[in-house]
T-cell receptor, first 112, second 112 residues
Framework: NAGVTQTPKFQVLKTGQSMTLQCAQDMNHEYMSWYRQDPGMGLRLIHYSVGAGITDQGEVPNGYNVSRSTTEDFPLRLLSAAPSQTSVYFC???????????FGSGTRLTVV | GQQLNQSPQSMFIQEGEDVSMNCTSSSIFNTWLWYKQDPGEGPVLLIALYKAGELTSNGRLTAQFGITRKDSFLNISASIPSDVGIYFCAGPLIQGAQKLVFGQGTRLTINP
């Protein structure tokens, strides 16, 4: 099992550009989430999904869109990148009934 | 906003020393999770606690679920160099169990 796979690992965007951060898991987990990590802030929830076709907002959803067309994939879209979105982004998944999330290795995004 | 407060924010210890850190909240949690993050990687689950008063060990790590359900503690005995990293507490919000919130982390540095 590969676990949770995130691509790309690094990305530099110009302000106003859009892009999609990819996340895939091969563990058949029902729940998936996106977090961003900023220095001294811990991890903050952006969006989450409890199953294919179902998504909801987390703590910091503005500027991001998600969709969940399959159990395996949960892409995160930045609509119009801003410098405030410079961060490390983590995708995570878990099985229903088990609160222990499995995290990917992250995407480090810089918006200039 | 941030609902979990971790203390201390950073620790500098000698190899072989014991480590104690804690996590507190103004809200009640029914589950406490402790994660460790190595540089450049995503967090990895260390210990999960599901009942007030529960004491659980994982090798040299021991975690406790506070009786008030508003705090949790993590102890590391006889620290070794590979214990270096950032330790996060986390828990699912009762009103939205899919939403896992994280503390801001405790950074552990070990002098050999």
């Amino acid at each position: 099992n590969a676990g949770v796979t995130q691509t790309p690992k690094f990305q530099v965007l110009k302000t106003g550009q859009s892009m999609t951060l990819q996340c895939a898991q091969d563990m058949n987990h029902e729940y998936m989430s996106w977090y961003r990590q900023d220095p001294g802030m811990g991890l903050r929830l952006i969006h989450y999904s409890v199953g294919a076709g179902i998504t909801d907002q987390g703590e910091v959803p503005n500027g991001y869109n998600v969709s969940r067309s399959t159990t395996e994939d949960f892409p995160l879209r930045l609509l119009s990148a801003a410098p405030s979105q410079t961060s490390v982004y983590f995708c995570a998944s878990r099985r229903r009934g088990n609160y222990g999330y499995t995290f990917g290795s992250g995407t480090r995004l810089t918006v200039v | 906003g941030q609902q979990l407060n971790q203390s201390p924010q950073s620790m500098f210890i000698q190899e072989g020393e014991d480590v104690s850190m804690n996590c507190t909240s103004s809200s009640i949690f029914n589950t406490w999770l402790w994660y460790k993050q190595d540089p450049g990687e995503g967090p990895v689950l260390l210990i999960a606690l599901y009942k007030a008063g529960e004491l659980t060990s994982n090798g040299r790590l021991t975690a406790q679920f506070g009786i008030t359900r508003k705090d949790s503690f993590l102890n590391i005995s006889a620290s070794i160099p590979s214990d270096v990293g950032i330790y996060f507490c986390a828990g699912p919000l009762i009103q939205g169990a899919q939403k896992l919130v994280f503390g801001q982390g405790t950074r552990l540095t070990i002098n050999p």
